[in-house]
């Protein structure tokens, strides 16, 4: 199945059993939530899943692009991205988990086609504070698909505080020949699809309070799900990335890794941008300003004349299209070529300030405050500028090389 054919059995298949499809766009969380981005397709729906009743009933479906810095550093992998597109479902206090797995099942085996022998499933094996999940234990036994009980690993939660309860997520095998091990033992079974009973919200001092209703919340990455069924060692071969992964490669000759990263940080900048988000130096707009800089860091390392003028404005286009947001491909391009001018000027200021005299040693606090307050560069800039020295130059600073992911990642 490509992307399009993928989504729509997601969605029909939930449709015809009675869910209504929500909104589910920007990475942007709704007023008044506390996190920078939307990061699971559950976070908007945490008041309903509470108990507040939706407007279009206790029956959901979407697809929800989702953006997770914790993530950040486990890009360049084969499953990892920053910007990425969840499929849900949800019971607002309607069905069962029972009725969740039995459905999941269902999709996965008759919807998507993956044979039932490839798959495997962690549940909850039970703490101090709530026991095993026997229900999701005896509806796995009746369906004929192992389980292998896990503690904390299966226990779900958006926070510290919040909506909680004991998950099931689904495994498939990927390896060469006849599944081996268990999800925990091998690294060959892929998670793809976690269905949680949530049924708790936990409070500050981390005692648990039955929710009102419980509910159901299911999400499964839809790039990860498109690696088994394209049959793709990567995220990065599947056909969403297609028009990246064909244009990159012979404008910036890189290593694979590399490669993913510039990928992966370039396509996640144009969908923040798209949705409205500018480069800055604190919350949504620092984020994005990372993955930009990232991107310039990894480029220049092997070549310092490599501009991001010359990204195809297609790629733009193409990107903003996938993730249907209505920005203009010119607007977003000057985003990050303003934000690329700020970078190499900065980079700029920062070798001359550093080959003046005082800056040849180990610096002080006071040395980087200093650095700073007066001269706007941040501690990880200096660090990764200093690192890039060689011993015999007195301190003198060349163009950034080497270390250079450092300065935006450190």
């Excluded at 799900?225 to 990567?234: A, E, G, H, M, V």
């Excluded at 990065?236 to 490669?259: A, G, H, R």
């Excluded at 990372?290 to 790629?315: A, C, F, H, Y």
């Amino acid at each position: 199945m490509n992307v399009d054919q993928t989504v729509s059995t997601f969605l029909d298949f939930f449709r015809e059993r009675g869910h209504q499809r929500i909104t589910g766009s920007s990475l942007l969380p709704p007023s008044g939530d506390s996190v920078l981005f939307t990061t699971s397709g559950m976070h908007p729906l945490t008041p309903y899943l509470e108990g507040r009743p939706h407007p279009l009933g206790r029956r959901l479906v979407n697809l929800q692009r989702c953006l997770r810095t914790t993530d950040l550093d486990e890009v360049g992998d084969r499953t990892h991205l920053t910007v990425f597109e969840m499929l849900g479902s949800w019971s607002l206090g309607d069905y069962d988990h029972q009725q969740s797995i039995q459905w999941g099942y269902e999709l996965l085996r008759d919807g998507f086609g993956l044979r039932p022998d490839r798959l495997y499933v962690t549940v909850f094996g039970g703490d101090e504070q709530v026991g095993p999940d026997t229900e999701s234990l005896r509806t796995w036994g009746e369906l004929g698909v192992p389980v292998e009980l896990t503690g904390e690993d299966n226990w779900w939660s958006n926070g510290p505080t919040g909506p909680c309860g004991p998950d099931s997520e689904i495994f498939v095998w990927t390896g060469d020949g006849p599944p081996q091990g268990t999800p925990t033992s091998d690294q060959r079974w892929v998670e793809v699809w976690n269905h949680v009973r949530m049924r708790y919200h936990r409070h500050e001092n981390g005692s648990l309070e039955p929710l009102p209703q419980s509910g159901i919340d299911t999400g499964m990455g839809l790039e990860r799900l498109l690696t088994i069924l394209q049959d793709k060692p990567s995220i990065f071969e599947t056909d969403v990335f297609q028009p990246w992964m064909t244009t990159i490669p012979p404008l910036w000759s890189t290593d694979e890794s590399s490669l993913r990263v510039i990928v992966d940080h370039l396509r996640s900048s144009i969908v923040v941008i798209g949705d409205g988000v500018m480069p800055s130096t604190t919350g949504r707009g620092y984020v994005l300003r990372r993955l930009i800089r990232r991107v310039l860091t990894t480029l220049w390392r092997d070549d310092s004349s490599r501009l991001l003028s010359d990204l195809p404005r297609e790629l733009i286009g193409h990107t903003l299209e996938h993730f249907r947001q209505p920005s203009e491909v010119g607007q977003v391009r000057e985003v990050l070529l303003d934000e690329e001018r700020r970078f190499s000027t900065l980079l700029r200021r920062g070798r001359q300030v550093l080959t003046r005299e005082g800056f040849s040693g180990k610096l002080r606090q006071e040395d980087y405050d200093y650095l700073h307050q007066t001269h706007g560069l941040p501690r990880d800039l200096v660090v990764g500028l200093l690192m890039d020295a060689p011993p015999s130059s007195g301190g003198g600073v060349p163009p950034i090389e080497g270390h250079g992911d450092r300065v935006v990642l450190s």
